[in-house]
């Protein structure tokens, strides 16, 4: 079934990179996206990667996918404070709706 | 500019009362699309509407739920006889026409707070 997977939970200190990984079970995804959400704010549409790529970077965002183990991570360099959000990994399924992984909640200690 | 618009931003209603939530698309945007974001779950899909095609309503959880989308612009959802389960936050996100290179990428509103007492 569809299904799209990523841990809950990540703590890094600032100027540290964060990676925060997402899996997916459909092959024929088409597109992979990585949302933010900051604390009581909607959904900001970060970056997202076409499912011929592998690879994918803007500024301190890079993209990595693994088309083969359904495998798709988000780096964050220098992470700041301002970062802190909770990050969604989302596939889409067809041209008309997402599948949407639980969230990462990302805490940057300073 | 001028973004997805979502109102109320929180209602407040009583179990078993109707409740209406509005969205406003960016202006251009062909697809509207409704999410429901509940405590501790991950976003999920409700409905989509693309120009005049009929809309997917496949997501959507009962027949209490509905929605419309008047003149290809502003959106409604509509929950009849709310229960407390349906206590959530509610997307709504839009995007350029599906045939055009940003098809792909949705931009949300920031979501009206439900709660059902």
């Known amino acids: 079934g569809e299904d799209v997977e990523q841990s809950l939970f990540l703590s890094v200190r600032e100027g540290d990179s964060s990676v925060i990984n997402c899996t997916y079970t459909?092959?024929?995804?088409?597109?992979l996206y990585w949302y933010k959400q900051e604390p009581g704010a909607g959904l900001q549409l970060l970056t997202y990667?076409?499912?011929n790529m592998d690879m994918k970077q803007d500024q301190r965002l890079t993209v990595l996918l693994n088309k083969k183990d359904k495998h798709l991570s988000l780096r964050i360099a220098d992470t700041q404070t301002g970062d802190s959000a909770i990050y969604f990994c989302?596939?889409?399924?067809?041209?008309?709706?997402?599948?949407w992984g639980l969230g990462t909640s990302l805490a940057v200690n300073p | 500019g001028a973004g997805v618009s979502q109102s109320p931003s929180n209602k407040v209603t009583e179990k078993g009362k109707d409740v209406e939530l509005r969205c406003d698309p960016i202006?251009?945007?062909?697809?509207l699309y409704w999410y429901r974001q509940s405590l501790g779950q991950g976003l999920e899909f409700l409905i989509y509407?693309?120009?005049?095609?009929?809309?997917?309503k496949s997501g959507l959880p009962s027949d209490r739920f509905s929605a419309e989308r008047t003149g290809g612009s502003v959106s409604t959802l509509t929950i009849q006889r709310t229960q407390q389960e349906d206590s959530a936050v509610y997307l709504c996100?839009?995007?350029?026409?599906?045939?055009?290179?940003?098809?792909?990428?949705?931009?949300f509103g920031p979501g009206t707070r439900l709660t059902v007492t």
């Open positions: 996100a839009s995007s350029l026409d599906p045939t055009g290179s940003k098809r792909y990428e949705q931009y």
């Open positions: 202006s251009g945007h062909t697809a």
């Open positions: 509407f693309q120009g005049n095609s009929a809309p997917d």
């Open positions: 459909d092959s024929s995804s088409t597109y």
């Open positions: 990667i076409f499912s």
């Open positions: 989302a596939e889409r399924m067809n041209n008309r709706k997402l599948i």
